[in-house]
Antibody
Framework: QVQLVQSGAEVKKPGASVRVSCKTS????????MHWVRQAPGQGLEWIGW????????NLIQRFQGRVTLTRDTSISTAYMELSRLRSNDTAVYYC??????????????WGQGTLVTVSS | QSVLTQPPSASGTPGQRVTISCSGS????????VNWYQQLPGTAPKVLIF???QRPSGVPDRFSGSKSDTSASLAVSGLQSEDEADYYC???????????FGGGTKLTVL
């Protein structure tokens, strides 16, 4: 059974950094891209970026470049998302999602349960 | 302000057919395929439709998607109470070099 299990909720002060982990199991970790998406309370979805766990190559949407770092540890099949210089409007649930490639296009078939990051002074 | 535009709400009675629209522009829907997500309260999103009109295994054929030029739509036929959820469209945007989402549509089953 494929599983993506994320780390627990975090409370951080403005200006701090947070790292969210996404531990995977029951599939070859390096064979599937991992995407990160966030959702502020009561708001819609916002895509952050992806990482190729095989090569470590990442792609971030422009607004997160310079503040987000995506990494992975292949020895423990875990992906990480680190967000620095936190602001109050970074308060959101952060999701990791595995991307399934198909002949018609890619889509996220398995998701983590989400990690609530609260930024508050 | 979302890049893709969806109506904030939609509704229907059990058994009815409801459609949800998603409007974009040339660099996103005009150039790439569209995915549709369903999100139940307190849960992660789930893909209902990918590549405009493809259903992952396990998704009922009551859900269908279509795309024309820079717009897409999701249709839900034979509406059921369990379809009450938020629905999001998404597409790759060539100018932003990333996925963009609609603001979401809350579907209410009356």
């Amino acid at each position: 059974q494929v599983q993506l299990v994320q780390s627990g909720a975090e409370v951080k002060k403005p200006g701090a950094s947070v790292r969210v982990s996404c531990k995977t199991s029951a599939y070859p970790f390096t064979d599937y891209y991992m995407h990160w998406v966030r959702q502020a309370p009561g708001q819609g979805l916002e895509w952050i970026g992806w990482i190729d766990p095989n090569s470590g190559v990442t792609n971030l949407i422009q607004r997160f470049q310079g503040r987000v770092t995506l990494t992975r540890d292949t020895s423990i099949s875990t992906a990480y998302m680190e967000l620095s210089r936190l602001r109050s409007n970074d308060t959101a649930v952060y999701y990791c999602a595995r991307i399934l490639p198909t002949d018609y296009g890619d889509y996220p078939d398995y998701w983590g349960q989400g990690t609530l990051v609260t930024v508050s002074s | 302000q979302s890049v893709l535009t969806q109506p904030p709400s939609a509704s229907g009675t059990p058994g009815q057919r409801v459609t949800i629209s998603c409007s974009g522009s040339s660099p996103n829907i005009g150039s790439n395929t569209v995915n549709w997500y369903q999100q139940l309260p307190g849960t992660a999103p789930k893909v209902l439709i990918f590549s405009n009109n493809q259903r992952p295994s396990g998704v009922p054929d009551r859900f269908s998607g279509s795309k024309s030029d820079t717009s897409a739509s999701l249709a839900v036929s034979g509406l059921q109470s369990e379809d009450e959820a938020d629905y999001y469209c998404a597409a790759w945007d060539d100018s932003l070099n990333g996925w963009v989402f609609g603001g979401g549509t809350k579907l209410t089953v009356l």
